[in-house]
C-alpha cells in the first residue's frame, strides 16, 4: 500500500473533530514523511500535522513520543504560568492523542505515526537574513532550553545514543581510515589527504565538553537535538519568533550541542553544500545578535561553566560534522545521500573551512559571550 494511502487511513485515528478532507504531504523534510491533514465539521476547520516516524532512524517510536510527550507538557505548564508577563504569545506543537489513548497510532505495516497541532501563522526560514532575524532566533532557543531546565533529565530516554559525542565519531573515523577503501580514496586525492592532517591537528580537542562532562562542570539536560535555524519559527504579524518545532530529537544532552549547532547551521551565510570555501566563513554580527537572543532568555539558567563552553561548542559541532561527512567519504559515502562523487568529501571541506574562521575569531566571539 503508497504511504500516502497509510497516512489517509491513519489520520482519522487521532482525537481531530470533523471528517477528513484533505491530506497534503509536506517535502521539506529530512527524516520522516510529513502531511498537513485537514478535517472540518459544520462550523469549523481543524488542520494537524501527521507524521510517520522512521523507524531507520528512531528504534523506538515509543520512546521518542514519550519523550516529546513529557517535554512538552512540562513546556506548555511552564508558557501558561508565565502567559501574563510575556512579551509575546509563546507556541509550542502539542502531542494529539490517538483515538485509543496512545500518543501516537499503529497502521497496518506496524508504522508509527504520530498526530501534532500546527504552529499557526508562523514560518520558517532557510537561513538567517538579518540581525534582528538572530536575535529572535535566539531568543526562541534560549527560551525553549529555559523553559524545560527545569525538567529531569534522567526521565527521558536517550533515544539517540552517541548523538553528538564527538569523541565516539572519531573512533568510527579512526575504524574506517584503515581500510582499503578509505587508503584508496587518500591515495587519489590529495585534498582528502589535507583533510585528514586537519583531523590530526584536532584530536586533542575532540573531547572538550565530554572531558567537562565528566569533570562535573556540566550537566546533562533535556535538549532539542537539532535547533537548525529552519525549525525556529517567526509569527508572520509581528516577525517576533514564536515556536520551535521537530521535538522528535528531544533526549538528555548538553545544552551547548543546541546552541553550538544553532550558531554553526545559521551564521555561515554559505550554507553546507558551497564548493566556494572562500564564502565559508562565521559571520560575527548574525552570531552576536543570535547570542544576545539567547543570553536574553538562557541567562536565567546557565551557570558560569555553561557560558564558558559555548564558543568550544560552536567550533565542536562544526569540527564533527565535517569529521561525519569526511568519515562517510573515506567509508565510500554508506549513510548521507550524495548526489555526485566526492559530495562528502566537499562537505567535509566546507564544515573544516567554518571550523578554522571560527577559530580565527575566538576573541570576538568570547566577547559576545561574556
Request: proline share 4%.
Amino acid at each position: 500500500m503508497p504511504r500516502s494511502t497509510h497516512a489517509e487511513s491513519v489520520a482519522t485515528q487521532f482525537q481531530v473533530p470533523g471528517r477528513l478532507v484533505a491530506l497534503q504531504p509536506i517535502t521539506t523534510g529530512n527524516v520522516n514523511d510529513t502531511y498537513r491533514v485537514v478535517c472540518r465539521t459544520t462550523f469549523s476547520e481543524e488542520q494537524f500535522i501527521l507524521q510517520r516516524i522512521n523507524k531507520k532512524v528512531f528504534v523506538d517510536p515509543a520512546a521518542v513520543m514519550a519523550n516529546m510527550k513529557a517535554v512538552t507538557d512540562h513546556a506548555h505548564s511552564r508558557i501558561e504560568a508565565e502567559a501574563d508577563d510575556a512579551d509575546r504569545i509563546w507556541q509550542l506543537p502539542r502531542v494529539i492523542p490517538a483515538v485509543d489513548g496512545r500518543d501516537y497510532a499503529i497502521d497496518d505495516g506496524g508504522e508509527y505515526w504520530r498526530a501534532l497541532s500546527m504552529i499557526a501563522s508562523a514560518r520558517s526560514y532557510d537561513k538567517l537574513s538579518t540581525p534582528e532575524h538572530a536575535v529572535e532566533a535566539g531568543v526562541v532557543l534560549g527560551h525553549f532550553q529555559r523553559i524545560i531546565s527545569d525538567f529531569p533529565a534522567a526521565d527521558l530516554e536517550d533515544t539517540l545514543p552517541g548523538f553528538h559525542i564527538t569523541p565516539l565519531y572519531l573512533a568510527k573515523y579512526d575504524s574506517i581510515i584503515d581500510t582499503d577503501e578509505a587508503r584508496q580514496r587518500l591515495d587519489r586525492s590529495s585534498e582528502a589527504r589535507r583533510l585528514a592532517k586537519f583531523v590530526e591537528s584536532r584530536r586533542a580537542f575532540a573531547s572538550v565538553l565530554e572531558d567537562a562532562r565528566e569533570r562535573g562542570e556540566l550537566n546533562l539536560r533535556p535538549i532539542h537535538g537539532d535547533p537548525k535555524i529552519t525549525n525556529i519559527m517567526l509569527d508572520n504579524f509581528t516577525g517576533k519568533g514564536t515556536s520551535i518545532v521537530d521535538l522528535d530529537t528531544v533526549k538528555p544532552g548538553l545544552i551547548h550541542y543546541d546552541f553550538g549547532d544553532c550558531a554553526r547551521s545559521s551564521c555561515n551565510p554559505a550554507g553546507e553544500e558551497t564548493s566556494d570555501l572562500s564564502q565559508v566563513y562565521l559571520d560575527v554580527d548574525l552570531f552576536e545578535a543570535l547570542v544576545r537572543g539567547y543570553l536574553r532568555e538562557a541567562a536565567a539558567f546557565l551557570t558560569e561553566a555553561d557560558r564558558h563552553y559555548l564558543f568550544d561548542a560552536v567550533r565542536l559541532i562544526a569540527f564533527e560534522l565535517g569529521l561525519r561527512f569526511f568519515t562517510d567519504h573515506l567509508a565510500g559515502d554508506v549513510y548521507f545521500k550524495t548526489t555526485y562523487d566526492g559530495h562528502n568529501l566537499n562537505r567535509a571541506r566546507v564544515q573544516f573551512a567554518l571550523c578554522e574562521s571560527i577559530e580565527a575569531r575566538e576573541t570576538k566571539m568570547r566577547r559576545a559571550l561574556g
